[in-house]
């Protein structure tokens, strides 16, 4: 099997058991190494649906090269993503519960915990051009704009979007930030939170909790909970 398409497989059956699945919504993309576009799932199918035959490569114009099915309508979030991040190989839009509910909130995130320390300083963009489907090309390329050079950020009215270097990162930064959404709603609606991580800490948590073996460790526990 093609390893990129093998990689959006396990991607949308972490993302499943992370609970981002969202029926049939929702995409995640690996950029092609010859250079042709993106390999993505098609159009109609659920995250823990998604099987090495429901993979398509989808050009940068988003003509459909390789695969079965329709292609989703919002690929532009992908392409206009990966034109101008040539660092990311992974581009994740899903409509996560607690990270929908929090992008309406117009408030910063904290670093209450773990998750959060890797959207703030600075706090996480949001792209709030339009809360509809991102389906044209300059859409895309306005969220990219907007997105810059953060892990993530938050599309009010819809959902997120989350990056990575690979597969492994793109995940779990779209897992750990709805955690973070999360846990700060729990804490607002406790009446808080009145403490959080300085930027200081921030640096140092960051380091010390988020290095590439350790995001490499919560994949993995992830991919494996997908076999269980």
């Not at 098609?42 to 398509?56: M, T």
């Not at 509910?101 to 117009?106: H, I």
């Not at 600075?122 to 892990?151: C, H, K, V, Y």
């Not at 403490?195 to 991919?223: F, H």
Request: hydrophobic share 45%.
């Amino acid at each position: 099997m093609n390893e990129q398409v093998a990689d959006v497989v396990r991607a949308h059956h972490a993302l499943a058991v992370a609970g981002q699945d969202d029926m049939v919504w929702g995409h995640v993309s690996i950029r092609d190494r010859a250079g042709r576009g993106i390999w993505m799932k098609a159009a109609g199918w659920g995250f823990e649906e998604v099987e090495p035959d429901r993979v398509l490569l989808v050009s940068w114009d988003g003509e459909v090269l390789e695969g079965e099915g329709k292609r989703h309508i919002e690929y532009p979030i992908h392409t206009g993503v990966m034109a101008v991040r040539s660092d990311v190989d992974c581009v994740i839009h899903t409509h996560a519960t607690a990270a929908s509910a929090f992008a309406s909130l117009e408030v910063p995130i904290r670093a209450i915990n773990h998750d959060g320390v890797l959207f703030t300083e600075p706090d996480i963009p949001r792209f709030t051009r339009t809360g509809s489907l991102i389906r044209t090309q300059e859409l895309g390329e306005s969220l990219a704009e907007t997105l810059g050079d953060a892990r993530a950020c938050l599309i009010p009215q819809h959902g997120l979007v989350a990056v990575g270097t690979d597969v492994a990162h793109a995940v779990m930064h779209a897992v750990l930030l709805d955690r973070a959404c999360g846990i700060q709603l729990t804490a607002m609606a406790a009446g808080g939170p009145k403490r959080w991580s300085d930027p200081a800490e921030v640096a140092l948590k960051t380091a010390e909790c988020w290095p590439p073996s350790q995001i490499e460790a919560g994949w993995n526990y992830l991919a494996r909970k997908t076999r269980r």
